[in-house]
């Protein structure tokens, strides 16, 4: 074990002692071939298990091997790309370009804290939903039924979200509206109407 761990990098020795401090999030390392590799299974591993792990509900963080730099946003912005370009893409046309148009506006910072909030209500729509049903295995044929009967209840949590929703935007909007008041002439922000 010592010949072992004398061949070991700076960085994976930092790995090990973090290891044996406790649970910690899981790292993964991306080599300049773009291959990842995980500390934690000692193997290499492809996006699409990045995908599972992410399902899965695991934290953890992609480093680069030789700089350290965090690249995990990277690499879940590609299994996004992934999924948008095979398939059946979530996105439209017109909400990747809205999306665009807000990086570099004044409102970037907000969008971006409104649709977080937006994914997580419907995240725990998704999850009433799930534990309602629970143990139910169905064919496609027995969900469009389940899903016809469950037509009110449906409505009603989408209803909730949607509700929960439009009051979210109401305080962004009032929010800006008090940005607005601090700073009158900065691009982005709406003029006061008198």
Do not use: C
């Amino acid at each position: 074990m010592a010949t072992a761990r004398r061949g070991k990098t700076a960085s994976a020795q930092q790995d090990d002692s973090t290891a044996a401090a406790g649970p910690s999030v899981r790292v993964l390392k991306k080599y300049p071939n773009r291959r990842l590799y995980d500390t934690q299974t000692s193997s290499y591993i492809t996006l699409a298990d990045v995908k599972k792990m992410v399902l899965e509900g695991h934290s953890f963080e992609v480093r680069d091997a030789k700089t350290g730099e965090d690249l995990t946003r990277a690499i879940l912005l590609q299994i996004i790309l992934e999924e948008e370009t095979g398939g059946v893409p979530m996105f439209s046309t017109q909400s990747l370009e809205q999306i665009i148009r807000f990086y570099g506006h004044a409102m970037q910072g907000v969008m971006g804290a409104y649709l977080e909030k937006n994914m997580q209500a419907f995240a725990d729509m998704q999850g009433k939903f799930a534990e309602q049903s629970k143990g139910l295995a169905f064919s496609p044929e027995l969900w469009t039924t389940f899903m016809s009967a469950q037509s009110p209840m449906m409505q009603g949590l989408m209803g909730g979200y949607m509700e929960q929703s439009k009051n979210l935007l109401a305080q962004m909007q009032e929010q800006m509206s008090q940005a607005s008041s601090l700073f009158p002439g900065m691009p982005g922000f709406p003029a006061k109407k008198p």
